[in-house]
């Protein structure tokens, strides 16, 4: 049976489940000190997606709750620390928090992307979770946020306006993004595809780092970016929020609306949010035709109920991008980049979506289905006329059951199951159309004890690939085709354990696995967006990883940090290299020679360990001193040479001012370096050395109110200095096959200064 059939007969199966009637839990929340009541906390049961803020008088009242089980309450008011409590719902009526106040606002959050959700401290698996307030913090894309926050975490980038994510030196492929629990399939094979999602939309975003496939299957060995919109608000309430933003370097400008609401357990969503901006200049000036704008669209309808929710969300993303396409010796900068028409060469990407979540309370345990359709249309034009046109329709199924628990065990079972299927709708080819079908089902428990926890789970996954074959008008034949059939069964374990309120530790094993993508297996044609020509090779194996990972959380109030060390052995790691004089020429539709360095696809064993962490100093309430640090090492033991495409080494540094001052709320100044180590680990073929160098960074910001209405009103600015420098993984560095190609050695963006305002709406 197909996905899309499955998906009909489900909906007219769960529709009846609205008719079921809710529960209800009061509570308040105090100060554990004063006893005085805290108006405004928000109090959230994430995996019932419910959230509310007590009153003037500090209470709360959540309604549509399921008439028993156990969930995990999160409490957080700024200034305090945050209270995460396992609570359950059908031995308390009500509920009262007595928060305890802190200098800093502590990390202590509710991690769902993880097989069981956890409070972060309880939870194995290495997790961030950055904050709405922090994804404010001026970026040219979701990916360039966690990349500037997250240790262990980098991006392959094109220039300002595409970023693809890279956790632990593994990228491409090997890191899943999740967006309303459905893996995001847009052509993610690509040097230059970015992630098509818009970065306004993410209320939250946890970064699940290391192999996580036993929840997600193939492409997880990296690790996940899990995307968290907006919970529902409570019942009759109606909130949104206005932001805009300009950035001087490339005239960003990125502005969004949104309005959510909750009447009776009927909750609903919309946002449309615009982002437009010229050429990004460097010190050298401004890289011709590298502007881009997007648009998009999103909204949500559902029912919060004592039976759980169900919730049909809905997107549309349309992306335009321009790159530069020269002939050796032509310019790479202009003096006047600011015009905001994009010429030809550039990429039209749209991205449509349909995602139907669901949360089931059955009996003693619930059910956990997503389901989703993906349209991902990829278009790159010469001209009016698309020459490459990639297609992909995707559908896709994802169930997990969680049983009840007891003595403190927690099992769940879940299957998964995935159809993808591509069409090449233009005149150029580089990857056939394909097929592509996956399935997996996976056991995970967990043992809960006094201040310790163990995990362990078993998952299989069959992945099938069908490359159709493709025959030219003059006879050529362009793809052979191929048929394969990968499968696996993976495995992991892990264990944490909380000393006492100052220090814990966690540490994860096990295997992972990752069937070869349509690209690796069948590519055979230019790509126009890297100006290469790729050969892909049909006899690929799937990568089999095997990692662990140990860390230790330490701090208190005035000193608090994390120290982790990792290692991840991928036996037949896929990548696509050069080799200096392999080269091909093509006769364009002009009639004119194109000459392309060919890059084929391959396989090695591979070696990637590595360090991160943390460490925040925070000696009164108004100063803090925040520094963070990875560093991954990464070996082809194949070839006994190192790997390419690897970040270097960072350390972030941010001095962050937060004085009380008269009229204005949440005032910060903050100045910051960034370094970069040097990166002379690469592959000598087809890479060059990069230098290290320091980026300096500040900011200001402040609250002030309107009527009853908070303004957040910041100024950004990074690189200050305005210097000029090449990362290591930056695709317009130097470091191609030959100094002739026309994209070598294109300087990062230069100094960048960030005006913005973020306006949340309390309506009703």
């Known amino acids: 049976m197909q996905l899309k059939t499955l998906f009909s007969i489900v909906l007219i199966f769960i529709l009846p489940l609205y008719l079921f009637a809710n529960a209800n839990v009061t509570g308040k929340v105090t100060d554990a000190k004063t006893g005085e009541t805290l108006p405004g906390a928000t109090v959230t049961l994430p995996q019932l997606n419910i959230t509310t803020i007590t009153d003037a008088k500090g ?127 847009g052509q993610q094979w690509g040097d230059e595809h970015g992630i098509e999602i818009d970065q306004n939309q993410a209320d939250r975003v946890e970064v699940l780092r290391g192999a996580a496939s036993l929840i997600y299957g193939s492409d997880a060995i990296g690790g996940v970016i899990n995307v968290l919109e907006p919970l529902s608000p409570s019942p ?117 979506k349909i995602a139907l979540n669901n949360n089931f309370i059955l009996g003693s345990g ?10 991902n249309q990829r278009r790159e034009l010469d001209s009016s006329v698309p020459g490459l046109f990639f297609d992909l329709n995707t559908y896709s199924l994802d169930a997990k059951y969680y049983l009840a628990a007891q003595n403190g065990w927690q099992p769940i079972i879940g299957i998964s199951a995935s159809e993808g299927h591509s069409l090449n709708k233009g005149t150029e080819f580089l990857i056939p159309a394909y097929d592509q079908t996956s399935v997996g089902a996976f056991g995970y428990i967990k043992k809960t004890w006094e201040q310790s926890t163990f995990n362990v789970g078993l998952r299989f996954d069959y992945v099938n690939n069908n490359g159709k074959a493709l025959t030219l008008a003059d006879g050529t034949q362009k793809f052979p085709g191929f048929k394969n059939n990968f499968s696996n069964v993976s495995a992991a374990a892990g264990y944490t354990h909380i000393f006492n309120e100052d220090l814990s530790f966690k540490a994860n094993a096990g295997s992972a696995f990752r069937a070869p993508n349509p690209a690796e297996l069948g590519s055979n044609g230019v790509h126009e967006g890297t100006s ?117 080494g960072v350390v972030h540094n941010t001095l962050r001012f937060e004085p009380k001052i008269k009229g204005l709320r949440d005032f910060y100044a903050s100045i910051g370096l960034d370094n970069y180590f040097s990166q002379y680990r690469i592959d000598p073929t087809f890479e060059t050395p990069t230098n290290s160098y320091t980026l300096l960074n500040a900011g200001i910001g402040a609250t002030v109110k309107i009527g009853r209405q908070p303004l957040k ?18 695709r317009l560095r130097p470091g191609r096959l030959s100094q002739e190609d026309p994209t070598y050695g294109v300087y990062n963006p230069g100094r960048n200064i960030t005006f913005g305002f973020y306006l949340p709406l309390n309506i009703k």
């Open 532 to 648: 290469r020509y790729e050969i892909g090779n049909a006899t690929l194996k799937p990568e089999r990883s095997y990692q662990a990972d140990a860390a230790l959380e330490f701090g208190h109030n005035v000193i608090t940090g994390s120290i982790g060390v990792y290692e991840n052995y991928v036996h037949d790691y896929i990548y696509a290299s050069g080799a200096k004089n392999d080269q091909i020429t093509i006769v364009d539709d002009n009639g004119n020679p194109q000459t392309y360095d060919v890059y084929r696809y391959g396989q090695v064993n591979a070696n990637l360990y590595g360090v991160e962490g943390s460490l925040n100093l925070h000696p009164t309430g108004f100063l803090h001193l925040d520094n963070s640090f990875s560093y991954t090492h990464a070996q082809n033991t194949s070839f006994d040479k190192p790997l390419p495409l690897i970040p270097a």
């Open 366 to 375: 619930n059910l956990k289905l997503d389901l989703g359709y993906q349209k």
């Open 59 to 185: 209470q709360f009242n959540i309604k549509s709750l399921p008439q028993k089980g156990t969930y995990l309450i999160q409490v957080q008011y700024i200034g305090y620390k945050t209270i995460v409590r396992s609570v359950d719902i059908s031995a308390v009526s009500s509920l009262n928090f007595a928060m305890e106040a802190s200098i800093i606002e502590t990390r202590e959050v509710v991690i769902t992307g993880t097989p069981i959700s956890a409070s972060s401290r309880n939870n194995s698996t290495s997790a961030s979770s950055v904050s709405r307030e922090d994804l404010l913090i001026p970026s040219t894309n979701l990916i360039d946020a966690l990349a500037k926050q997250v240790p262990g975490v980098s991006q392959i980038t094109t220039g300002a306006g595409i970023s693809k994510p890279v956790i632990r030196g593994l990228g491409y492929n090997r890191v899943v993004t999740l967006m309303d629990g459905v893996k995001q399939q």
């Open 236 to 352: 009759g309430s109606i909130k949104g929020e206005v932001l805009s933003s300009y950035a001087t370097n490339n005239g960003l400008t990125n502005s969004s609306v949104m309005l959510t609401g909750n009447q009776d357990g009927f909750v609903w969503r919309g946002r449309g949010s615009y982002q437009n901006a010229y050429s990004f200049k460097t010190p050298a000036g401004y890289y011709i035709n590298s502007g881009y704008n997007n648009t998009s669209f999103s909204g949500m309808l559902g029912f919060n109920k004592s039976w759980g929710y169900s919730h049909l969300n809905f997107s549309y993303f349309k992306n335009n991008i321009g790159f530069y396409d020269s002939d050796p010796g032509d310019p790479l900068y202009t003096n006047d980049g600011t015009s905001r028409t994009l010429d030809y060469p550039r990429q039209d990407i749209r991205q449509y």
């Open 713 to 730: 009103l910041y100024i950004s600015g990074n690189n200050l200095t305005n210097k000029a420098y090449y990362d290591a993984l930056s």
